[in-house]
């Protein structure tokens, strides 16, 4: 059964349910802040609910299924708690609640303390009878799901006698039959799961804060009733059931330390512990009568329940007047006629422990949380008594080391720093952006001066330019080169100004392709290479502009006077040049033969002007 669940729109994962929860049933995921409930392992103690101040934690409210029972035909009864009288300290005499009650449409009210009348003799048959077995009372349901699920071995130490609202409603269904609807109204969270275990025996259970929920939804106030006394049987001494001792003292069992060896614990605080220490210390040797809250009166789903000695105050007077106004002949007939009602039960174990971890890997999660020094001692601000049993649990998975306050505040530090050394970095990355983008926005603004200025030269060249990429895909021409290919080119450029984009492959002839791709492969220019294109006799030079990626061309119109009258100057140049250079060799030539033969003679003359001097 499913008692309690979070609210995840209002968790602020402030973990307070996490560490108040005695049983860890509350966890949290691995991958996230998001929190599980094992609702195996609740006990229905409601303390989860009590710690969250912003009530995420919230319960399993059935008042509006109580409401609709109450308007069947059939016979209703509502047993109370007596700790009703703590829940209104405000009204002054109990009848006035008891008739608010009837108000809703109850037809019979009764007090769970006959009940705890009832209970409280059988206990005392056992512990008159003692034979050296130690027992558990077993009034409260945190209790006994406390000692089933995690103490199971002393589990035949547990009194096998139902709670007095159980009991209570025995005895009703023998006045009035199996098709009265009987709703119990308590404090008490882990009731309602409690009378899920006996079928048909009660049909809702409603806390005081669901009844209170149901007199504002109809109106019904404290000076809206008339008096109504509760119906029989009514309880005696059972009206101080909600006192930690009063199920002891509804029978008179004498529960001072030297005679029966009855100690009786109450509250969340050492709850466990004491369960923990009857159960594994055998020289405790003493009955155990506790209760997981200071008493019913403090339950969870009380809207009072903040002050233990005016709740305590306000049970003791309130009883101490019905004791005033009890019929006790009526009483002890009423008690003779039911204690042989059979209130036994039985108990199961439903073992939820995890097998403790090895100690290695406890001594991992001190070191990580850093207090490997402090296994015995903590700040206790994790909800453990010691460092060592935090680390066992985190082992066991049931809680995370972000509940350890010093690693939290270690781990914040370190990512501040990791914060703060990441802002410096994004900071400089960020200047360095900047810079970078200013330095891109001049490239730009250069680049579009460039092309401005390309274009205007281009426009003013006389001859047709394109430039070209390594697909062969124009990225630049001039109006010359446009009105060159033709009347296609025009209508293309009136779409894309500039042929941007064009291939060169369906404009020009496929000699014209050769050539660049010729100048793409060697990486060479091509000079003055003559074609015939639409009747024109057209001039390319061609060359690359950088390594196989841009290539550009010039075309010239060799029919235009122009460009013929220049062309033909320019050519009858290189062809003087060349002669030139033909006429300077040959002179070379001649002058270096005509030095020869001039030594030549020269020698043959000095040989000739010897000889004769010598004849």
Known sequence: ??????????????????????????????????????????????????????????????????????????????IVDPSIASEFPDILDYRNFVGMIRILGFNYINEISFGADIVSLKYKEKIDNFKGKYLVTTNCPPVVEYIEKFQPHIIDSLIPVVSPIIATAKILRQIHGENAIIIAITPCLAQKKEVKKYENLVNEVISFEELRILFNENNIYENSVEFS??????????????????????????????????????????????????????????????FYCKGCNMGPCSSHNKSYLLNHSLVVNYTTKRLGLLDNNEWEKNIELYKETDLSRSFSANDQRIPKPAENKITEVLKLIGK????????????????????????????????????????????????????????ETQRALEESEQKIRKEHEDAKESITLIKAILAKIPSGVVIVDDKLKIIQSNQKFIDLIGQDAKEINDIIPGLIGADVKTLLPHSVYNIFSYISSKNKEVDNKDIEFNDKLISITAFPIKRDRIFGAVFRDMYQPEVRKDELIERIN???????????????????GASETERMLNSIISSFEKSNDNK
Request: aromatic letters at 6%; a neutral charge.
């Open 372 to 427: 490997e020094k402090y296994t015995e001692t903590g700040c206790k601000t994790c909800g453990y008594d010691n460092c060592h049993d935090f680390a066992t649990d985190v082992a066991k998975g049931l809680v995370k080391p972000e509940m350890c306050v010093n690693f939290t505040l270690r781990n914040r530090q370190e990512f501040i720093n990791k914060i703060t050394a990441a802002n410096t970095k994004l900071a």
């Open 229 to 290: 006394e509760f119906d029989q049987p009514i309880g005696k001494k059972g009206s101080l059931y909600p006192l930690s001792t009063g199920i002891l003292d509804a029978s008179d069992i004498n529960y001072t330390p030297l005679i029966n060896r009855i100690v009786t614990r109450e509250g969340q605080e050492n709850f466990t512990k004491n369960i923990d220490d009857f159960a594994n210390i055998n020289e405790i040797k003493h009955h155990l009568n506790i």
């Open 1 to 78: 059964m499913e008692l309690i669940k979070i609210n995840s729109k209002k968790c602020v994962h402030c973990y307070a349910c996490v560490k108040s929860c005695p049983t860890k049933a509350i966890t949290m995921q691995i991958a996230s802040d998001e929190l599980d409930i094992n609702h195996e392992r609740c006990i229905g103690c409601g303390n989860c609910y009590v710690s969250c101040g912003i009530k995420a934690v919230e319960y399993l409210k059935t008042y509006k299924n109580a409401a609709e029972l109450l308007k069947t035909e059939k016979e209703s009864i509502a």
């Open 574 to 592: 290189d062809v003087i040049e060349k002669n030139l250079g033909m006429v300077q060799q040959i002179g070379f030539l001649l002058g270096e």
